[in-house]
């Protein structure tokens, strides 16, 4: 407790000692959600709960990948399977049911089947990213059936751009000896604009303050726990290069733009092999359980992709304004074990979207969309659980939004079709998604809102196909070819008020899933393997809860103010056959914030609650407190410098996250600290 007390009490003095201070915002009402739709909606105004984070926030976010860097916003977690490999888990779902985008379009990767399998885009790479919650299916269809995550770069610029526009930034952290460095250059000559950029990021096994299996777990198995010590989490390390190139034509009606980017990866994938030799253990055959453990596996991963998008204002029948965007990858990856090639997963697809949106009449604004892809996948090796696919959907819906100011509705119709075709079998699904809703301006600065969607997903490959050990999640799957659609009726409540002083933004949501899908234990084990049997089975469920954002502005003076910032979040989910496993516990957290001239600090206090409602098989999760605390100077009378520090777990708290597989074997990192500078011009 002492030493809490002093990183609290020195994080307070590097606070308030000095003058002035830059930070990002508290959230802005004003500003427009590219996601939501294809005509113009602010946060303000919309009926759904969004969070967006600008390049200023990412250069000092935590490094790591997507789901590690959108962790801590409300109602968001991380699959954590290390520092390589994260998907983003939104109000208790993650897999199929979280979309996560590259402008608009899928990534065509394999990350969405496995959690230890990375996102093909680096957080890095962008310039903002925007996450919607709830259903959001209409525009993207089914696989958003959970939230949407919008990773959207500037390798195709909207503008023109006169001379040299930029940015550079380099790190290094401590509890990992990590190495980052991101640039992006743009280049204007008349119409035309060339863009390049990178990142190159490096890190060792990380550090952590406590033994790496946990005391429940170890306990759970008659082991002792040896307590709490300073130690790592052994084949953590990472090594990324990701660096692409665009071309844009820019005029005053649109522009057209093409994109090439190369990903590159490689990064260890900690108790992978561990695990399996573990559950030998279980099963008694083991005094040598723990002797590949050292050999560890490794993933490396490679893609190319290509883009093309552009935009045209026109004047056709209703509309206003063409849009559309395609793009292209070709994806693998190959499981690395004692550094020699193992099991191969391969992605190669296309997907395209056009958008004839319509102008503002008075408050009514609409668009119409298609959508269509195709994917093949396929994986050769001993862990091959999903046979050869190939995936094609299509796509149409209808978006329409009449806002009078004081009043307005909103709703939606989106129809799409889904075939799967593999040797395992072959399935084609209709889906129908709808929504409608409501809301009212009662009185300056307030905006309240009703809607419900009912929302259709088609099952992904691997619920219907998959057949095969998996010791990444330690079990060994058993699809069903005979899924039906997975059907969701939801209602969600918004509440935002802004003002000079206080901003406030609530949101309620319930959500009753028809057939929903999830992967059951069945009770035995794989007589090869050795793993326990999971089989995905089709159930009724609910999920339920709420997120909420506050920040007041205690005072404000020639250009400096301090304000405070509190939030917290809650998910409840049940279904017909118990509770759902890795759903996260309750989280809250205060953060003061002082801001001025030419520096910035903020002090933060996160509390994550104990999660003891599990599912069969689950081990409960204690809860953990975390202080943070970051400082932004800007020494240079050029606004472009910046030197940035970044605290991270100062208390060195044991920190385990319940939605990880590893959360018993990997908690999260201990006491971090992060130097950087960053300058753009």
């Known amino acids: 407790m002492s030493r809490a007390a002093l990183f609290a009490a020195a994080a307070v003095t590097a606070l ?27 946060i303000g105004s919309a009926t ?10 990412l250069d000092t976010a935590p490094v790591g990948g997507l789901g590690d860097v959108l962790s801590g916003l409300p109602g968001v977690r991380s699959t954590f399977f290390g520092p390589g490999a994260s998907r983003p888990v939104i109000r208790g779902l993650a897999g199929p049911r979280v979309l996560v985008l590259s402008n608009g379009l899928g990534q065509v990767d394999a990350s969405a089947l496995s959690p230890d399998h990375a996102v093909a885009t680096d957080p890095q790479e962008a310039e903002r990213i925007e996450v919607l919650r709830g259903p959001s299916a209409l525009a993207y269809g089914g696989s958003a059936i959970g939230g949407i995550v919008n990773v959207i770069d500037d390798r195709i610029p909207r503008v023109p751009v006169e001379g040299l526009e930029g940015r550079v930034m ?44 946990s005391r ?19 084949n953590t390390s990472t090594e990324l290069s990701s660096y692409g190139a ?44 723990h002797e590949g453990e050292e050999a560890g596996v490794a993933i490396e991963l490679e893609q190319t992709r290509y883009d093309l998008r552009g935009e045209y204002d026109m004047a056709l029948g209703p509309f206003e304004k063409l849009r559309f965007a395609g793009g292209y990858a070709d994806y ?19 997907e395209g979207r056009l958008e004839l949106v319509q102008p503002d009449r008075d408050g009514w604004q609409g668009a119409v969309g298609f959508q269509a892809l195709s994917r093949d996948f396929d994986a050769v090796g001993e862990e091959a659980l999903v046979p050869a696919t190939t995936t094609r959907e299509w796509g149409a819906f209808v978006l329409q939004r009449y806002d009078r100011e004081g009043w307005g509705v909103e709703g939606g119709l989106r129809v799409d079709n ?92 319930g959500v009753r899933y028809e057939g929903f899908i999830d992967l059951r234990p069945t009770g035995v084990a794989d007589e090869e393997s050795g793993l326990p049997v999971f089989r995905y089975v089709q159930t009724d469920a609910t999920f339920h809860g709420f997120e909420t954002e506050v920040s007041y502005r205690l005072w404000s003076d020639a250009g400096r103010s301090f304000r405070l910032e509190a939030m917290a979040d809650y998910v409840r989910g049940d279904t017909d056959l118990g509770a759902p496993a890795r759903i996260p516990p309750w989280s809250a957290a205060l953060r003061g914030v002082f801001e001025g001239g030419w520096w910035t600090g903020q002090l933060e206090a996160r509390r994550v609650g104990e999660q003891d409602r599990v599912a069969e098989f689950e081990v409960p999760t204690d809860g953990y407190t975390m202080l943070n605390a970051s400082l932004t100077v800007r020494p240079l009378k050029d606004d ?22 590893l959360k018993d074997l990997a908690p999260l990192p201990g006491r971090n600290f992060r130097l950087g500078v960053a300058y753009s011009f």
């Open 246 to 289: 665009g071309l844009a034509y820019v005029k005053d009606r649109g522009y057209l733009g093409f994109s090439v980017k190369r990903t590159e990866t490689t990064y260890g994938v900690p108790g992978h092999a561990h695990e399996h030799d573990e559950h030998e253990h279980e099963d008694g055959e083991a005094e040598e359980g």
């Open 640 to 661: 472009g410098f910046k030197v940035f520090l970044d605290a991270r777990n100062l208390t060195d708290a044991e920190a385990r996250e319940h939605a990880s597989f």
């Open 418 to 509: 889904r075939s799967l075709d593999s040797v395992a079998g072959e399935r084609d699904f209709t889906n129908v998604s709808a929504s409608l809703g409501a809301f009212v301006r009662p009185a300056d600065g307030w905006f309240f809102s009703l809607s419900g969607s009912r929302t259709s997903r088609a099952p992904a490959q691997e619920e219907l196909f998959a057949s095969g050990p998996h010791p990444a999640t330690r079990g060994f799957e058993v699809g069903d070819p005979d899924l039906d659609q997975e059907v969701s009726w939801s209602l969600d409540a918004t509440a935002h008020y802004g003002s000079d002083r206080w901003t406030a933004d609530v949101h309620l949501f």
């Open 332 to 350: 693998t990856h190959v499981e690395l074990e004692d550094g020699a090639p193992a099991t191969r997963f391969f992605s190669e697809g296309w």
């Open 48 to 57: 759904t709960s969004v969070n967006i984070l600008k390049r200023e926030e």
């Open 216 to 234: 429940r777990l170890m306990e759970a198995d008659g082991e002792e726990w040896p307590g709490p010590a300073d130690s790592v989490v052994e």
């Open 16 to 42: 308030t000692a000095a003058e002035g201070a830059h930070a990002a915002a508290p959230k802005d009402l004003d500003e427009v959600v590219v996601t939501a739709a294809p005509y113009p909606v602010s």
């Open 170 to 213: 380099a790190s290094g952290s401590t509890v990992d000896e990590g190495r980052m460095a991101t640039a992006s250059l743009k280049a204007g000559a008349g119409p035309f604009v060339v863009t390049l950029d990178g990142v190159r990021r490096e890190t060792e096994d990380y550090d952590v303050p406590t033994h790496p299996e």
